[in-house]
């Protein structure tokens, strides 16, 4: 047998050797970074001790892994921990995203909604912070979409415009979602100027059929028909308010035709006592 059949074997072994050690000093770099950075959230923990969670972490999830820890620090390991079948999206997530992240899958609807709609729902759950959840939960991947073209602003009037019912999941008025993710900060603000006009049928779907040129001021919504508007009026409170007025201008015409004439002092009222 040749003698460079010995020597392979030794070399593979002084290979694998040398990266498990550089992986290794690596390793306990990256514990002694977040040691030193996260002091108070380490506590208890040793260099050799944090070097082999960053190792097993490594293992697993690679370079992802490592800048999860860097970026988030010792809270990540209980994170991915409690993340499970979905730990390697949800490490990718803190690799790019750090606290925010956590901000996100720590919490079950966060969570929920990461699991669902993936890196764009819980991009749009950190940027609109506190009002995003309950509006994806209502609109789905529309809302997804929407929250991620606009800026807080009309972020807020999307909400608004949903709690309104301007917006409606499931019908017509909710295809308004699909316009704001096309087109963004500029739809939003157009919806929100008009949403008296977009309650009304024929203006909704001129709208959506073909948003740009209304929102660039191209055109102008149309003017609703009495059979789009009817179903939005509380007709009582017209013909009431129309009555009032009736009466009012009714009382004034007699009165300043001398039909009605106001009432006199009596003379004797103002007679002196004796």
């Keep these: 047998m040749k003698p460079y059949f010995y020597i392979l074997p030794i070399l593979f072994v002084l290979g694998a050797s040398n990266a498990a050690a550089q992986k290794g000093a690596a390793a306990r770099e990256v514990a002694e970074f977040v040691l030193k950075k996260f002091g108070k959230e380490a506590a208890g923990e040793s260099v050799e001790t944090m070097t082999k969670k960053v190792v097993q972490i490594s293992t697993r999830y690679g370079d992802d892994g490592v800048t999860a820890i860097r970026k988030v620090g010792p809270r990540a390991f209980d994170v991915i ?73 009309q972020g807020r009037h999307l909400v608004n415009l949903v709690d309104d019912g301007v917006i409606v999941p499931g019908q017509q ?6 316009v704001v993710g096309r087109y963004g900060d500029k739809a939003a603000d157009f919806i929100w100027k008009n949403k ?36 939005h009026v509380n007709w009582t409170l017209v013909f009431i308010a129309i009555f009032i007025v009736g009466v009012i201008a009714l009382g004034v015409y ?3 035709t001398g ?12 007679t002196p006592e004796s």
């Design 81 to 153: 921990a409690d993340a499970g079948e979905h730990s390697v999206g949800v490490v990718k997530l803190m690799a790019r995203h750090g606290d925010e992240a956590v901000w996100v899958v720590a919490k079950p609807k966060g969570m929920a909604i990461f699991v669902k709609y993936g890196d764009e729902g819980a991009e749009a759950v950190m940027k609109h912070k506190g009002i995003a959840t309950p509006l994806i939960e209502q609109t789905g991947e529309s809302g997804v979409k929407a929250l991620n073209a606009v800026g807080p602003a």
């Design 173 to 178: 008025s909710g295809k308004l979602l699909d």
């Design 196 to 231: 008296g006009a977009l309650v009304v049928g024929a203006a909704l779907a001129a709208f959506i059929d073909n948003p740009e040129p209304f929102i660039d001021g191209a055109m102008s919504l149309p003017t609703a028909a009495i059979s789009d508007i009817a179903p």
């Design 254 to 256: 007699l009165l300043f």
């Design 259 to 270: 039909k009605v004439k106001r009432p006199q002092p009596n003379p004797s009222d103002s």
